[in-house]
């Protein structure tokens, strides 16, 4: 059974519009949270993360935010620009196995020019 | 430019060949990861080193032999492997620590005949 789950496999959005990619977990175990992005043939990139304690983290167009008590986290990606265009994975761990990063399945990211 | 290097990026094996995937890393890490991602599925942990010392094995089969000699240098060594066996193979390398980000090299593309 999935831990981490993007239900959405793609998403598509025009040049200078908002982004907004969404990840559900259900272990509420989990306190670390951290957005990849990867291009193809290449392998992941960290974009951002977000502990437990907080609600909200920004850098810079990337703005991801924390839900504990629905167990859901979002990532705003404002202005959105073609170069965006990745598949963006979430991923989360526990505390005490900060190491184990589970992964969700990865939502494709489409900016049309 | 990734400062975790994966070799070789892609290998066509038969199930009765005996090979090794190779990682280093030049970021001064000391925790390293082996990762596999078959299609469309979600990233799975395989192992990790701690300080060259294993920490984890997520219930990998024995055909899969992982070598930490140093904290820079990650080897993943394949022999009898299945057809179900192909998939990309990933390296990550990130500090010692709570909520510490994972970096990511290319990967290994692995075909098994």
Known sequence: DQQVKQNSPSLSVQEGRISILNCDYTNSMFDYFLWYKKYPAEGPTFLISISSIKDKNEDGRFTVFLNKSAKHLSLHIVPSQPGDSAVYFCAASELSGSEKLVFGKGTKLTVNP | ?113
């Open chain 2, 1 to 113: 430019e990734t400062g975790v290097t994966q070799t070789p990026r892609h290998l066509v094996m038969g199930m009765t060949n005996k090979k090794s995937l190779k990682c280093e890393q030049h970021l001064g890490h000391n925790a390293m990861y082996w990762y596999k991602q078959s299609a469309k599925k979600p990233l799975e942990l395989m192992f990790v080193y701690n300080f060259k010392e294993q920490t984890e094995n997520n219930s990998v089969p024995s055909r899969f032999s992982p070598e930490c000699p140093n904290s820079s240098h990650l080897f993943l060594h394949l022999h009898t492997l299945q057809p179900e066996d192909s998939a990309l193979y990933l390296c990550a390398s990130s500090p010692i620590g709570n909520n510490q980000p994972q970096h990511f090299g290319d990967g290994t593309r692995l075909s098994i005949l």
